[in-house]
């Protein structure tokens, strides 16, 4: 497909009419193929893909196709390329866009509301009423990129300008793909109030999302921070990035000693990253009365919650969907300002056309990897000459 008359380009960055992407078939089955570059429309550019890091969702998506949804069904056999966490350059502008020049470096967030829906006007964009409503006949204007519409195993992806967060030149590409994982985390603390110096915090879980919100937390001044998981090596990490207390779960009952470590008091916050199935219940026994929940995973079955108990506590339970609020953008500003080092999660790096090995090591977690992150063919020669 051409690009639309109105879109601007520069001879800069040459766009051609084809490009390669990753396309689900039945699942677990990608397939390298060409497709149209898309063209962007009023309020969107095009973004030149440079890295993208895989997330435990496009595992989900790939695998079982939820909760990715295309004409309003599951993704499979439908020229679908899956893929969230991506940034890149940009390079066409499509009408009106005055926000962004070409040649930008881009990281992007995953949703872009309509913004005209109740939610999106209060600001909550990723909890959009017309979530998914972006095709046929009933176009709102609702994009979720590797989830309802293109995502990011391609060579160019459309994102509108809401979506865009400034990469600062001294920024690896593969540290710009984490920070919506960093954003996720923002919004989880944004939820459970915010400002939280001085206030005390237990992640569960040391996955990508919990290691960066036990970096976030810590940054916003948080103490102490507590950090749960079922492996050494990861709590370890976890210390590097801001944890002062670590508890392996498989030796130490993680109530017991989150109440020790706080004198016989629970904290003041969950951020609950693990999806175990007594998570709930186990992060209301770590709070005070009063306390704050925040659920940045789920188990993959419905679990019995102790209701009774949070209400007898006033217990206050929030969930999240992506990295909604802005939190993006107060997440890079910490990344820009180095008040942690996000690039401690990224273990593993592959071209774009070895993507299957990619998905291979972060599924199996081969190598202990965490974050793996493909790279397209144009970004790995730009950046091995800009080291010349």
């Known amino acids: 497909m051409a ?3 109105s ?11 084809t490009m390669k992407a990753w396309v689900l078939g039945d699942p677990d089955q990608l397939t390298l193929t060409e497709k149209p570059v898309p063209s962007p429309k009023r309020a969107e550019v095009l973004v030149r893909i440079d890295a993208v890091a895989i997330c435990a969702t496009d595992l989900e998506i790939i695998h079982n196709g939820p909760p990715a949804m295309i004409q309003g069904g599951a993704p499979f056999n439908k020229n679908f390329t899956p893929g969230h966490e991506y940034m890149g350059t940009v390079v066409a502008l499509g009408e009106g866009v005055d926000e962004y020049t070409i040649g930008d470096r881009v990281t992007v967030e995953i949703h872009a509301g309509c913004g005209q829906c109740k939610r999106c006007r209060q600001g909550m964009y990723t909890s959009c009423h017309n979530y998914g409503l972006n095709y046929g ?9 590797g989830f309802t519409t293109d995502g990011g195993f391609a060579e160019y992806a459309v ?6 967060v400034h990469v600062p030149d001294d920024m690896s590409d593969e540290e710009a793909t984490l920070v919506v994982t960093a954003g996720t985390a923002m919004y989880g603390l944004t939820e459970l109030g ?17 290691l960066l919100g036990v970096a976030v937390a810590k940054a916003l001044g948080a103490q102490p921070v507590i950090l749960t998981g079922t492996r050494d090596n990861r709590l370890e990490m976890g210390k590097k990035l801001g944890a002062d207390h670590t ?3 498989r030796n130490e009952n993680a109530v017991e000693r989150v109440r020790e470590i706080m004198g016989g008091k629970g904290v003041d916050y969950v951020v609950e990253c693990s999806g175990a199935s007594n998570a709930v219940n186990e992060a ?18 419905a679990v019995p919650v102790d209701v009774a108990y949070l209400v007898r506590n006033n217990i206050y339970v929030y969930g999240i969907r ?7 953008h107060r997440a890079a500003a910490f990344m820009e300002q180095k008040r942690f080092d996000a690039t401690l999660i990224h273990t593993h790096t592959f071209p774009m056309g070895d993507l299957e090995t990619a998905l291979k090591y972060a599924r199996e977690r081969i190598e202990d990897a965490i974050k793996v992150v493909v790279k397209n063919d144009h970004a790995v020669s730009q950046r091995a000459e800009a080291a010349e």
């Open 284 to 301: 209301a026994q770590m709070v005070n009365r009063g306390g704050r929940i925040c659920l940045a995973a789920f188990p993959h079955e």
């Open 159 to 164: 994102n509108n300008i809401n979506t865009l």
């Open 7 to 17: 879109v601007k380009t520069s001879p800069d960055f040459p766009i051609p009419e």
């Open 3 to 5: 690009l639309d008359a």
């Open 137 to 145: 006949d009933r176009n709102k204007g609702h994009r979720a990129n």
């Open 322 to 328: 992506g990295e909604g609020k802005s939190a993006t």
């Open 247 to 249: 508890i392996n779960v």
């Open 194 to 210: 915010g400002l939280v110096a001085g206030e005390s915090v237990v992640v569960t879980g040391p996955g990508p999302i919990g």
